[in-house]
């Protein structure tokens, strides 16, 4: 898929170059330009409700209040301030939040690609009792949405004196149904490893654990770098959770800090709400777009293995 | 192989097999322990919860008034009753059909063009794509941002000459306004995943029949679409699932209104639970919620099995 999309369109090259061939290929050149160029204006014209909101937010985030609404609407402001982005840290621990989102996240991909290799290394390679009625345990995560069992771990975390800490957003993604996915493309992928890499690891004396740290492990980078993708986007666009789990702005995390720039009456405060929204999109993206593959291939996963 | 090399070596059968087995023994424990952790996960996180929550269910169980009861079915019975919980799940129906048949269709229309193979194919895949990796209440803050009624779309109608409505605030234009700003936010892994079937068909098949003189169009409709038809069934119940747990676009953008418009099944969970403290009653919704998500889920695991054969 990326091989074919990434190499140079061979027709822009030769559309040229043989100017009287045949009747037949002069007509199709003849219409295929104006083809083209009606699907390139589609696809700008496509492209619009996908670029345009991310513009309008960064450039609103630069606009005086006074502007922000001004009809008609500026592409470009005319009075550029940073007056919002000092806001944002002014009217809640902002920088806090961050970090909160950032170590959450980095905590919950360490922790699930670890439980998933292992989990779903055991399930694929090693045979023990019981194991595919296990797998099938599992797997019943993969039926049931947090939603649904919002109820009874508010409960439980509320028991444990856990409410307005950071556990259940690290310990509940890591273990419960949020990585059973993870688990079940592991699975998938050391399915596929050829036995006789094991066997070698065997002749040279390695334990099991041994074989799967350094040989099967090192082998799965693929399947861990979409579950290493997928997983940190899910805890970094955490809404429900955090919601429910916590109730203090220096425990927020972005998602839930950004829905709280509003003034005494409920209305959002758009400038300063749009600076902080900006300040949380642009490094993904930047990420996005200088691992554009292992991003849509990881994404994608959580689609077709789902 | 290792039995093969000891074969040779080893004096009696009996050593070999106690060998193998004890190899076999350590193989088991670890095999127990590595799936230790996700096993305790799925008991405390997964199915006790869920087994809690069908209890609950059963009871009257309201935190602020400090009952807990036994009361059988009533919660259900009263879900049956419940015209809100009906608005809800029709709601829900309403969200779930507009964004498979508005998501489904601009996918693949999106990877058509993009199969193309245009010049500058792969930026607009990076623009189709991006919105999928800006966090859902980033992207949703920004179109309601978008749709104030003094807002920026508006405000563009109004150069057009267009007096635009008042978008989130309108029983009639609320939900599809939801359903649109989810589309354009998720499209794009959609349109990947389109791409990657579109690819998979043959070459030949397509310039065979345009041999026999059909046109693109008929070409697609007759070659293309059978071939990644279990794609599109895929989809379309992928997004169907994911739909039935919209949320945070409901909290962000009108939080179920105007009236109960867009109060979404799972948006009334989270009111009944979180701020009329209806526990019990919440959990029968729950309930509600998770038969429906996994029977669709049970379905796709079928189609899957059955119908999909781009799987490597």
């Known amino acids: 898929m990326r091989t074919e999309l990434a190499s140079p369109p061979d027709d822009a090259a030769t559309s040229g170059a043989d100017?009287?061939?045949?009747?037949?290929g002069e007509r199709r050149r003849r219409r295929r330009p104006i083809g083209r160029i009606v699907l390139l204006v589609v696809m700008i014209v496509a492209a619009v409700p996908f670029v345009f909101p991310t513009w309008w937010m960064v450039t609103s985030s630069f606009k005086p209040m006074s502007e922000i609404m001004r009809l008609p609407p500026t592409l470009w402001p005319t009075s550029p301030t940073f007056d919002a982005y000092g806001q944002v840290f002014e009217l809640q621990p902002f920088a806090q939040q961050y970090w909160n989102s950032l170590y959450i996240a980095a905590v919950v991909t360490v922790g699930t690609v670890l439980v998933s290799a292992m989990a779903g290394y055991a399930f694929a390679r090693v045979r023990f009792p019981g194991v595919n009625v296990l797998f099938i345990v599992v797997l019943v995560g993969m039926l049931i949405p947090i939603e649904v069992t919002i109820v009874p771990l508010f409960r439980m975390v509320n028991a444990l004196g856990l409410i307005?800490?950071?556990?259940?957003?690290?310990?509940?993604?890591?273990?419960?149904?949020?990585?059973?996915?993870?688990?079940?493309?592991?699975?998938?992928?050391?399915?596929?490893?050829?036995?006789?890499l094991e066997d070698a690891g065997k002749v040279d004396g390695l334990t099991r654990a041994?074989?799967?740290?350094?040989?099967?492990?090192?082998?799965?980078?693929?399947?861990?770098?979409?579950?290493?993708?997928?997983?940190?986007?899910?805890?970094?666009?955490?809404?429900?959770?955090?919601?429910?789990?916590?109730?203090?702005?220096?425990?927020?995390?972005?998602?839930?800090?950004?829905?709280?720039?509003?003034?005494?009456?409920?209305?959002?405060?758009?400038?300063?709400?749009?600076?902080?929204?900006?300040?949380?999109?642009?490094?993904?993206?930047?990420?996005?777009?200088?691992?554009?593959?292992?991003f849509v291939e990881g994404l994608a996963q959580t689609g077709l293995k789902g | 192989?290792?039995?093969?090399?000891?074969?040779?070596?080893?004096?009696?059968?009996?050593?070999?097999?106690?060998?193998?087995?004890?190899?076999?023994?350590?193989?088991?424990?670890?095999?127990?322990?590595?799936?230790?952790?996700?096993?305790?996960?799925?008991?405390?996180?997964?199915?006790?919860?869920l087994i809690a929550v069908v209890w609950y269910s059963l009871h009257d169980w309201n935190v602020l008034a400090g009952t807990f009861t036994f009361s059988g079915a009533e919660n259900y019975e009263r879900l049956l009753s419940d015209p809100s919980f009906v608005d809800s799940l029709q709601a829900t129906g309403i969200?779930?059909?507009?964004?498979?048949?508005?998501?489904?269709?601009?996918?693949?229309?999106?990877?058509?063009?993009?199969?193309?193979?245009?010049?500058?194919?792969?930026?607009?895949?990076?623009?189709?794509?991006?919105?999928?990796?800006?966090?859902?209440?980033?992207?949703?803050?920004?179109?309601?941002?978008?749709?104030?009624?003094?807002g920026g779309i508006n405000g563009f109608l109004a150069e057009l000459g267009v007096d635009g409505p008042n978008w989130l605030r309108r029983e009639d234009t609320a939900m599809l306004s939801v359903v649109i700003v989810q589309v354009?936010?998720?499209?794009?892994?959609?349109?990947v995943l389109f791409l990657a079937a579109l690819q998979g068909v043959p070459r030949e098949l397509r310039e065979a029949a345009r041999v026999d003189g059909a046109n693109a169009w008929r070409s697609f409709w007759k070659i293309t679409m059978p071939l990644i038809s279990p794609t599109i069934l895929l989809v379309s119940i992928l997004t169907i699932v994911g739909s039935l747990q919209v949320f945070a676009q409901i909290a962000v953008l009108t939080q179920g209104g105007p009236g109960t418009s867009t109060t979404v099944l799972v948006y009334y969970l989270y009111q009944q639970a979180f701020e009329f403290k209806e526990f019990g009653y919440a959990s029968a919704v729950s309930v509600v919620l998770f038969l429906i998500v996994a029977v669709l889920t049970l379905v796709q695991w079928q189609t899957r099995k059955r119908w999909v054969f781009h799987e490597n």
């Open chain 2, 1 to 49: 192989m290792t039995s093969t090399i000891d074969a040779g070596s080893r004096p009696g059968p009996g050593r070999r097999t106690a060998r193998r087995r004890r190899a076999g023994l350590g193989d088991a424990l670890t095999g127990y322990a590595f799936v230790t952790p996700q096993l305790l996960g799925s008991a405390f996180f997964v199915i006790g919860p």
């Open chain 1, 19 to 24: 100017a009287d061939a045949g009747r037949s």
């Open chain 1, 164 to 196: 307005d800490t950071h556990w259940p957003l690290i310990v509940i993604p890591i273990i419960g149904a949020p990585s059973v996915l993870a688990t079940f493309i592991m699975r998938q992928f050391f399915l596929t490893l050829p036995a006789e």
């Open chain 2, 95 to 150: 969200f779930s059909a507009g964004l498979v048949v508005l998501n489904v269709s601009l996918a693949l229309a999106l990877a058509v063009m993009l199969n193309q193979r245009l010049p500058g194919t792969t930026t607009f895949r990076t623009f189709f794509f991006s919105p999928v990796v800006v966090s859902l209440v980033a992207w949703t803050i920004v179109w309601g941002f978008l749709l104030q009624a003094d």
């Open chain 2, 184 to 191: 354009f936010k998720n499209v794009g892994l959609n349109m």
């Open chain 1, 210 to 294: 041994g074989i799967f740290w350094r040989i099967a492990f090192p082998l799965a980078r693929p399947a861990t770098a979409a579950v290493a993708i997928f997983t940190f986007m899910q805890s970094w666009n955490m809404f429900l959770e955090p919601l429910v789990f916590l109730s203090s702005k220096e425990n927020f995390t972005l998602p839930l800090a950004l829905t709280q720039y509003v003034d005494a009456y409920g209305g959002p405060i758009w400038n300063v709400q749009l600076a902080a929204t900006t300040l949380t999109v642009l490094p993904v993206l930047g990420v996005f777009v200088l691992a554009q593959r292992q």
